[in-house]
């Protein structure tokens, strides 16, 4: 089964990034198949006018209806989830969740913006009529630090919920395979080129 990484910050490399390619990592670690979409590499002309006909932009759609769950990653301002974020996801048909596991995760400044997930980002993928909308993970820029040598580094807390919200996804979507669905095996060979560790990811400023 496939699951489509999400990034909705406009900012590499970013904090959102960096924490959504490593639940990429781990979910792979679990044998799941799975592929990137920056929001931020489509093309902004297209994305604002809402041009869904657009070359990028209607493949970038296409890689949404066809995966089978998504981890959206999304840094907050101002109490909401990214602009960029919501242009993407406003593109999408009605039901362009429909049968969707979602697992939404979100970086901040502080903790003030805990609920930013819940009550600004949860409603639209339920409008969007996902399937299943996991428990959130939120951490702020203190419990989620880079390091050019040692790579991602998450505070104790934060490490136990990615972990959890892994785990529940990975059960979840064993959970529909064993029901009846295909599933591709994986191997190293089929995982993306780009990883945590590659530029732009290891270099910069940590943005949200």
Known sequence: MSILLLAGSPAIPSNSSRLLLHIGDLLAARGHRHSRL???D???RALLHGDSEEATIRRALAAVAAADALVIATPVYKAAYSGALKAFLDL????GLANKYILPIA???SQ???LALDYALRPVLQALEAKNVLTSVFCTTHQLQWNDDTGLNLAPTIAARVQSGVEELSGLLRQTRSGG???HAVGPHALPARSL????YNAGSQAA
């Open 197 to 200: 560790r590659d530029h732009p």
């Open 42 to 44: 489509l093309p902004p």
């Open 107 to 109: 970086t901040a400044g």
């Open 112 to 114: 003030s913006h805990l």
């Open 92 to 95: 999408l048909p009605q039901n």
């Open 38 to 40: 920056h929001i931020r």
């Open 181 to 183: 669905a295909s599933v």
